[in-house]
């Protein structure tokens, strides 16, 4: 499977996906209609799918405009079937998706909001994550409960390490900061930070992310080991994700 990702709007990224065998093309999201139409151009590429990850409409808005041009099938959340436009599929926890003979697992990460799913391409090492993790990060808590979105987060962690998280926003040099401020003794952390503002400063994209350095350096995958740090000796893992999570409102 290739993977061609791109910056569009103002920090999202755009995703197309080819399985070589069949020739079939599928868009991760579709924050820019018209970004998506020139990515496909350059690469000489026919959209055959959509794949959403939520209804947010930077990342469901340019369903109906692309469907119209390349008659493509839409797949998104069950939970949230009635807010994707052009819905065809509806998909939730163990569904397979098919793009040619790539298979994706669905799976229902709630949090950000309800009906949140992350698509995992186990042969290719590749998770679409959408809003539920980002690098050193993760989504806010639109519509979910703090206890949701750790579920959740737990089963992005328990996903092969070396799988690679395509996040669907370029925030990680805000999210380092705030790591740092929260778990700044954690060396592996501090390196990567550094490494993520050289990156930036040369204006490379830091995603994907590697699952193995997410649960070295994440504060929220790592909030049960940073707890007692945090003053929160003895409280239950969600509850110390909750209140790292509101601390990043704030920050």
Sequence with gaps: MIIRQFPCLKDNYGFLLRDEASGAVAAVDTPDAAAIDRELEAAGWRL???LNTHWHPDHAGGNLALKARWSCRIIGPKREAARIPGLDEAVGE???VRLGEAVARVIDTPGHTLGH???HFLEA???FVGDTIF???CGRLFEGTPSQMWASLLKVAALPAATELYCAHEYTEANARFALSVDG???ALRRRAAAVDAMRARGAPTVPTRLADELETNPFLRAPAIAASLGLS??????AFAELRRRKDQF
């Design 125 to 127: 090492g590749c998770a």
């Design 185 to 187: 003794a954690n060396a």
């Design 48 to 50: 055959t799918h959509i």
């Design 94 to 96: 163990g569904d397979e």
């Design 117 to 119: 799913v992350v698509f």
């Design 135 to 137: 690098a050193m990060g």
């Design 234 to 239: 003895g409280v239950a893992d969600a509850e």
